[in-house]
């Protein structure tokens, strides 16, 4: 059974850095492209960043670029999602995904505020 385990998300201050983690099981998380994606109150889930199989190439949305890095590591099948220079614009419940199989994780909650 594929599952996505999201963990990392919490409350932060406008500058702040954060560091999600979404654990998977269930299928060989190192054949497939991984994503995150965001959502938040009354807004459409939007693409935050996207991973090959093997790491060598990213894609990340226009609000996140060059404050966002994703990686995986595949001997943990682990997909993270470094955030720096965080803006309230931010929050947003942010989901894994893995599109092959069309699986949600269960979503972490990253609010930014003073």
């Known amino acids: 059974q594929v599952q996505l385990v999201e963990s990392g998300g919490g409350l932060v201050q406008p500058g702040g850095s954060l560091r999600l983690s979404c654990a998977a099981s269930g299928f060989a998380f190192s054949r497939y492209p991984m994503s995150w994606y965001r959502q938040a109150p009354g807004k459409e889930r939007e693409l935050v960043a996207r991973?090959?199989?093997?790491?060598?190439?990213?894609t990340y949305g226009d609000s996140v670029k060059g404050r966002f890095t994703i990686s995986r590591d595949n001997a943990k099948n682990t997909v993270y999602l470094q955030m720096n220079s965080l803006k309230p614009e931010d929050t947003a419940a942010y989901y894994c995904?893995?599109?092959?199989?069309?699986?949600w994780g269960q979503g972490t909650q990253v609010t930014v505020s003073s």
């Open positions: 991973i090959t199989s093997g790491g060598g190439s990213t």
């Open positions: 995904y893995v599109p092959q199989y069309n699986r």
